[in-house]
């Protein structure tokens, strides 16, 4: 097991001079706290840096080294930074040390010196490689030294044909050892290829089995090279996955610039779209001016329309109380020259009396006179109506408005779009464009290329039916003859089968166990009673299981915490290395409750757990409590000056 | 790997030999699981593929001479 007993640094980051981190022998928890820009990321940088040679910003990007050389260090004429990190490997004495030297300005050249000594004995470079690749492999390192800030990353698990999911679902097969069956039945297929040459060409020699013998060669040589081409093809895979992942993480980084860009493009084609507005408002004003002149007459038309009906409308009335005097006349003169009445039928006694027809008020004159008057008014009403249908000013002045208003929402855009381009001046749009514009053609040459490597897979398995066949018909007609290279060649073939077979077995006895390690530890970390555990799925992504059976499918952003907090307990657990948990800000967004379960949990989680926090982020006193004995030290990192941070223990 | 973790993929390992019916040495399988977990980090196959060879042949002939 590794542990790291002591860390040194020098003139690294923010820390200044030579000083030292002693995390001692025991198991248990070390607190290192200070407030931002401290220099705990830089910590972990440290030992990352000395682990693997690499150091990350944020968001996983790989930093230049020479960034880490203390700025005031620098400029006052120094050039040498480094770490040395003295640890245990299983009882031996291991240290590893980095010295680096910048070069100056402007190109900054850095010379990296790295040695580690084994039991006090200085190893040489390859040797020096080799230990550290086996101390902690850069691929499996993100276990072990990890950004809680990028706990979400293990979500992507959970995404089918995720590029990222797929390399995170990798090094966690790395840390549970499963590379050793696979790097087991790779090479037993290599030894086999020898025995199978050697094989063959023993056959050639004896003219009962040369024929076979020949076909299986020309066999053999077909799936070689097949198998060259697979090679090609996963080496392009793994290339195209891996700069797509890039791709990901740098859209994921640049989401901001996403956001201002997307504002930026929406802002430009709203201006469009109401420049179009305010032309077509401007072409309809034109057109009503053309009768703007009837507008001051407007009202006034309207007056006289209404008197010329109201006028109408007497006369109409006028008329009708005439006609129906004139036929009341009429009636009443027929009932008297009749003696009855011509509605009711009853006798009437109006003997002597004389009626006229109602036509004594007649003037002839008066109603010549009335229909004149009658025809100017529908002549005038219909002029007016005419006049009224034209659009009045009513439509211009709401146009008008409109304009007023799209001139002010265009001000306000402008000003926008000034904003947004002095944001994006600070933001990488160019490197953003490109990578919007390389996403895609990405994206189809690694669809195309999986595709050819599925074909390329089937061929393969084509040739090696034949190959397999062709070997029954060499052994038939070798008889009792066997060759000691097919005796090699049969049990390297059996071998390579039993570990075949043994991967699928061993991951899924591997997955049981992460399942139950990360559910025990999931229900220690989470408020949330209606939880019962995780499920697992084949890329070791976790589902929150309720207790009434159903999968939590909605979950926040503390919940996704707690599931990839559990993930990497139970992989420290199952590791097939076993080593130090540096965390560097493990609470994210979580409620004081949460933390208090996390806090309780770090024991647990590995024998040696670093926990890098800034000082509003844990409740000092709280972790005290919590940890009682397996609080082995605490260290604050206290400000000097912007430049130089010391690291006290408390 | 742990010692728990190499005996855990050995057992695996001569589970799957006797539902193949095959009949390889657990010396063997025991043989090729050490030599990968010494190289597990190396990237150069070529000491482990020697290794593994001759354990093969060493079996194979102790399989002759039985």
Not at chain 1, 100 to 124: M, N, Y
Not at chain 1, 139 to 161: A, N, P, T, V
Not at chain 1, 505 to 519: P, T, Y
Not at chain 2, 13 to 38: K, T
Request: with cysteine; aromatic share 4%.
């Amino acid at each position: 097991m590794l542990k790291i007993r002591e860390i040194g640094i020098f003139n690294f980051g923010p820390y200044r001079g030579k000083q030292q981190l002693i995390l001692g022998e025991k198991d248990g928890v070390t607190l290192v706290y200070g407030e931002n820009m401290r220099g705990k990321t830089t910590l972990l940088n440290a030992i990352r840096f000395a682990l693997i040679g690499k150091i990350l910003g944020r968001g996983e990007r790989t930093l230049e080294p020479y960034r880490l050389m203390n700025s005031s260090a620098y400029s006052e004429g120094e050039r040498e930074f480094g770490v040395a990190l003295l640890m245990e490997n299983d009882g031996e004495k291991i240290e590893v040390r980095r010295r680096c030297t910048v070069g100056e300005e402007p190109d900054r050249k850095l010379k990296i010196d790295t040695t580690a000594f084994v039991a006090d004995v200085p190893q040489s470079q390859a040797e020096t490689n080799d230990l550290l690749q086996q101390l902690m492999p850069e691929e499996i390192s993100r276990f072990f030294l990890f950004d809680g800030e990028l706990l979400q990353q293990y979500e992507e698990l959970l995404m089918e044909e995720s590029v990222a999911g797929e390399q995170i679902r990798e090094a966690i097969e790395q840390i549970l050892g499963i590379p050793v069956l696979l790097n087991a039945r790779q090479d037993l297929g290599e030894v086999i290829e020898r025995f199978s040459k050697a094989e063959t060409r023993e056959a050639k020699k004896n003219q009962a089995t040369e024929k076979h013998a020949k076909n299986l060669e020309a066999v053999v040589e077909r799936v070689k090279e097949l198998k060259k081409d697979r090679d090609k093809l996963k080496e392009q895979e793994q290339d195209l996955a891996d700069k797509k992942a890039a791709m990901d993480n740098a859209l994921k980084r640049s989401s901001k610039t996403q956001a201002h860009m997307a504002k930026l493009e929406q802002a430009e084609e709203r201006i469009v779209a109401i420049d179009a507005k305010c032309d077509a408002h401007k072409e309809e004003i034109r057109d009503l001016m053309k009768v703007g002149w009837l507008w001051p007459a407007m009202s006034k038309l309207r007056e006289m329309e209404s008197e010329i009906l109201v006028a109408m409308e007497t006369e109409a009335q006028k008329k009708a109380a005439a006609n129906r005097a004139r036929l009341i006349g009429e009636l009443a003169k027929e009932a008297v020259e009749v003696g009855k009445c011509p509605v009711c039928f009853q006798e009437c006694e109006c003997d002597g009396l004389s009626l006229g027809d109602g036509s004594e008020n007649e003037d002839p004159d008066s109603e010549a006179s009335d229909r004149q008057d009658e025809a100017n008014r529908i002549r005038q009403l219909s002029a007016i109506k005419r006049l009224l249908n034209h659009p009045d000013s009513g439509r211009a002045v709401t146009l008008m408005e409109e304009i007023m208003a799209i001139v002010a929402e265009r001000a306000g855009l402008k000003q926008d779009i000034k904003d947004i381009n002095l944001q994006l001046e600070s933001e990488d749009v160019e490197e953003l464009k490109q990578v919007q514009a390389n996403y895609g053609p990405t994206n189809s040459a690694l669809s195309e290329c999986r595709r050819a490597l599925k074909d390329n897979n089937r061929q393969i398995d084509e040739a090696q039916s034949s190959v397999n066949a062709l070997r029954k018909r060499l052994r038939r007609a070798s008889g009792s003859n066997q060759s000691e290279e097919m005796k090699r060649r049969e049990l390297a073939e059996a071998t390579r089968s039993i570990f075949e077979k043994s991967i699928g077995r061993f991951r899924d006895e591997l997955r049981d166990r992460i399942e139950a390690d990360a559910s025990a530890l999931f229900k220690k970390l989470t408020t949330e009673k209606q939880f019962s555990g995780l499920r697992i799925n084949a890329n070791y992504g976790l589902e929150i299981m309720r207790d009434d059976g159903g999968v939590q499918e909605l979950r926040s952003s503390g919940a996704e915490h707690i599931v990839a907090l559990s993930l990497v307990g139970a992989l420290q657990r199952n590791s097939s290395l076993t080593g130090p948990l540096f965390i560097d800000s493990p609470f994210g967004r979580l409620d004081a409750e949460h933390r208090k379960n996390v806090v309780k949990a770090l024991p647990g989680m590995a024998p040696q757990v670093v926990l890098l926090v800034y000082s509003d982020e844990l409740d000092l006193q709280m972790a005290r409590t919590e940890l009682g004995a397996s609080l082995l030290a605490m260290h604050r990192l206290e400000r000097r000056t912007a430049t130089h941070t010391q690291i006290d223990a408390n | 790997m742990s010692k728990s973790g190499q005996i855990d993929i050995l057992v695996i390992a001569c589970l799957e030999r006797d539902e193949l019916g095959l009949s390889v040495p657990n010396e063997l399988l025991a043989a090729v699981l050490r030599i990968e977990e010494a190289n597990v980090s190396i990237s150069n196959r070529s000491k482990a593929l020697q290794e593994i060879e001759a354990q093969v042949s060493k079996y194979a002939s102790e399989a002759g001479e039985d």
